[in-house]
Structure formats: structure tokens, C-alpha cells
């Protein structure tokens, strides 16, 4: 079967290398509007897709996102209705997520933050500890990843709640939220928020300002999820009148930052590169396959979204 590659800012044939080949070893990748009939593909691995990208695919039956994120796909304005959008799942980018909340969850927890500060200034002053119990954590999106880091830091002894838009069952563990007004009741007990929430019209702007206001004082924001769920004028607002006690954001509306925007330099915010976590070309392939074979023998593939929902 032949897979087109689609992406206006990544070179997908060049991230995919030599690995993709030895377990996809019967898919024929192609670049796109390469050599070849652009009728015959129907299949394509797609990452930020240009906004005509599948008007040239007659026969194309379903997309692979080359994340667990697939609202840059669905948002083309090219997809047909009739295309299955699939997301990658990859259990070790759940585990490698998970490490990278529980760091800045524990980094709140113990005040590194004001230990670094201390450093630069020659400063050799201990500051209270707080034991893991007292630091009530929020999760926003309770998917594969949000179960993971959920159990992982219940594990380490936090209170963890997580909020979903319907009902999910949960362990003994993690206590369950859903709706608006599970939104409202977890938030008033969260002091750390986690933020794993797919992008969609419902969820676009969801970190803002009144958001920000229902944490419990002195709050810190672990942003992983999609840029565009935060109000950036609502965090720095939020951070100046101390509501929140900090931030760490991994993820942004327009990358890479702007050199100018301000939160490079403020003293209060963390930023990573987008970088919190990646999907490994093993689980790309795997899932590629999968896909491939649902499409010959005309079955929906695993992993595919809910178009109307958006994840």
C-alpha cells in the first residue's frame, strides 16, 4: 500500500528514517505530490497538513497523526467527511509524560524554584516542607495519558482528581469529575492543574481567566496540552496578583516562541520546547500497519477519532 506524507512544517521521511521501514517493510511511503498516481494512495501520515492537502487524494480512506494530537489534522480545510483521522497511541510516551508532570508537580511541591533563586543569590536558607498529601492535584483529560500520570502520582502519595467531559470510571485512587460542574468542584480543590485536554471548539481558551480564579490560591499550571487552551494575558494576570504561584508551559499557540514574548523572562513560568514528551517511530509504524490492514479488508481502523467530538 502506498503512503503519502504530508506536512508543511517537518520532514516526515527524515523522522520516520530506517526504523519505520523495518516494521512497515510493506508500506511504500511517498512524499507528497510525488512521483506516482495521487489516485491510488489511501493512506497518508499527515502533521500540520498544508490547507489543500487532501483535495489531491480521490481515493484516500484515512490519515495518520504523527502525535496523540489530531486537531491540526481535522482542522484542514480539505479533509473530506468520509476520512478516518487515527491517533498514534504509545504506551511509553504516556510513562515518558507522566515523569515529565511529576517533575514540576514535585518541583511545587518542594520549591525548587525559590532553592534556584537562593543559588544565584548565595542564599543558604531552608525553606518548610510539605509532604505530597497536602498538595491536591487536578487533571484536565483523563485519555491513556491522563490515566497514567493520575496513577503515577497518586502512587507518590498527592490527592489526584481528573476531569473529563463525560463521566469515565476511575480507581479508588483518583477521584472522578465530569461536566461543568465537576469542572467547578475539582478546581476549587486544586492546587497543582494538569492540563492533558485535547484541542477542540469546546476546550479552545479553557485556561483562563475565570479558570485561574476557582484554583486554590497560589496555584501552579503544568500546561501540556495544546497552546491554544491558554489565555496568555489570564496566566500573567493570574501570576501577578499571585493566584497562581507558577506555571510550566510546554506547549504554545505559535511556535516556536516569539523572542520578545514575556514568558521567556518572567521569573514565575518554566518553558520547554514543546518537549515534554514524543511518539516513538515504533508505535508510528505499528499503527500504520494496523491502519493499512483496516483498509483492505474494509474495517474502521483502530485508534480512530470521533470526527463530530474532535478526539
Known sequence: ???????????????????????????????????????????????????????????????????????????????R????????????????????????????????????????????????????????????????????VAADLAQLGFPVMAWSRTAKPTPASVRGFHGPAGLAAMLGESEALVNLLPLTQETQGILNAELFARMRRGGYLIQVGRGEHLVDAALLAALESGQLDGAALDVFAAEPLAPAHPFWHHPKIVVTPHDACEVRVEAVATTVVATADAIQTGRRPPNAIDRQRGY
Open 1 to 79: 500500500m502506498r503512503c503519502a506524507l504530508v506536512s508543511s512544517s517537518l520532514d516526515i521521511r527524515g523522522y520516520l528514517g530506517t526504523e519505520f521501514a523495518r516494521i512497515a517493510d510493506r508500506i511504500e511511503i511517498v512524499d507528497h505530490r510525488g512521483n506516482g498516481s495521487d489516485a491510488d494512495i489511501s493512506l497518508a501520515i499527515a502533521w500540520h497538513p498544508p490547507a489543500d492537502a487532501f483535495e489531491h487524494y480521490p481515493n484516500l480512506k484515512a490519515v495518520c497523526s504523527l502525535g496523540a494530537g489530531v486537531d491540526n489534522i481535522v482542522a484542514c480545510p480539505s479533509l
Open 81 to 148: 467527511p468520509d476520512i478516518d483521522v487515527v491517533r498514534i497511541v504509545d504506551p511509553l510516551q504516556a510513562q515518558t509524560m507522566s515523569g515529565f508532570v511529576i517533575w514540576h508537580v514535585i518541583s511545587h511541591q518542594r520549591r525548587f524554584a525559590t532553592y534556584l533563586a537562593q543559588q544565584r543569590d548565595g542564599i543558604w536558607k531552608r525553606l518548610p516542607q510539605r509532604a505530597a498529601q497536602d498538595v491536591p492535584v487536578g487533571i484536565l483529560g483523563y485519555g491513556e495519558i491522563g490515566q497514567r
